[in-house]
């Protein structure tokens, strides 16, 4: 007889873990637990220390909004400092996530990003707010005039590039054969275009899997053959090496989203057959692990990490 599951607050608990949108960033984790509970102090001196180093910024706006009461707590300190630029975006960022849940109005949040923009002009994180709100509500040209506002305020911001990476999977290919789909000429004009050691040198591997979700929807299942020929093809080959070569050498290990990246490259890597190298990107990974890739397509991503992971690492 097998043993019953475990409770609901146990899984849900078990995911929180090991999706936690944090990742690696243990002072967000630290000061995340305090402002959930209206210490925003903390919050305020983390921003303040973050500066105008915009991913990392990002990522911690994004991942403190995502909190319970978010709303609230950042507009009582907003009270307490009517001018301050963070506390606004702040409030702007959370605003977004409620919507985003269905918890709140898309038009609020999209006014109160506009709000925060204009205390601090230079600063994309608003418009990384409007085009999480466009990618869910708004139109294309809406949601590719706030990247362009991001990108010309951070010309290699993760987050964006991976949302528009996202988008433009979407779209059916022009020419009707999916090799030539616009979004891989995107994903290689971005990463041609970005330094050496920036982490968009990944992007053609995550457009290459955002394509395999969209496909993989539109047959209504993943079939064997499909998917093996989606990976083991010419450009996966040529994407994987490159991107898998260039991560070898790779030294910024402190960008705020690094594990997106090798959650990205290692699902790709064990779909291509290769789970030597997917292991050394699992023991990179470690409990940092990201809903996606591993929910595509349609899976429970806590499943199939954890059985792509035994599979590359040969546990049980």
Not at 124 to 129: C, E, F, V, Y
Not at 139 to 164: C, I, K, P, W
Not at 187 to 194: D, G, H, L, V
Not at 263 to 279: I, V, Y
């Amino acid at each position: 007889m097998s043993p019953p599951p475990p409770p609901l607050g146990r899984a849900r608990k078990r995911d929180a873990q090991l999706f936690d949108p944090a990742l690696c960033d243990t002072e967000l984790v630290g000061v995340r637990s305090q402002f959930t509970q209206g210490r925003w102090a903390k919050a305020r001196a983390l921003l303040v220390a973050t500066g105008d180093d915009w991913d990392r910024r990002g990522h911690r706006l994004v991942v403190l909004a995502e909190t319970p009461a978010a709303t609230a707590w950042a507009g009582e300190w907003l009270l307490a400092e009517p001018d301050s630029a963070d506390a606004a975006t702040l409030l702007a960022c959370a605003a977004v996530s409620s919507a985003l849940r269905g918890k709140g109005s898309p038009e609020a949040a999209d006014a109160a990003c506009r709000r925060a923009a204009a205390l601090l002009p230079a600063d994309p994180t608003p418009w990384l707010g409007l085009l999480m709100l466009a990618r869910a509500f708004g139109t294309e040209e809406e949601f590719s005039r706030h990247f362009d506002q991001v990108r010309a305020r951070h010309r290699e911001h993760h987050h964006a590039h991976h949302l528009m990476v996202a988008k433009l999977a979407e779209r059916a290919p022009a020419s009707g054969h999916d090799p030539l789909h616009e979004v891989y000429d995107f994903a290689a004009w971005a990463a041609e275009e970005s330094p050496a050691d920036s982490p968009l040198a990944v992007l053609p591997v995550i457009a290459h899997a955002e394509r395999f979700r969209v496909l993989a929807a539109a047959r209504g299942s993943a079939t064997t053959t499909a998917a093996a020929e989606h990976w083991t093809g010419r450009r996966a080959r040529q994407v994987l090496r490159s991107a898998f070569d260039w991560w070898l050498e790779w030294e910024r290990e402190d960008h705020p989203r690094n594990r997106v990246d090798l959650n990205f490259l290692a699902h790709a890597k064990l779909c291509e057959g290769r789970p030597a190298e997917a292991a050394a990107l699992f023991h990179r990974i470690g409990s940092h692990a990201t809903r996606a890739p591993w929910s595509y397509p349609d899976r429970d991503p806590h499943k199939a990490f954890l059985a792509a992971r035994s599979a590359a690492l040969g546990t049980a």
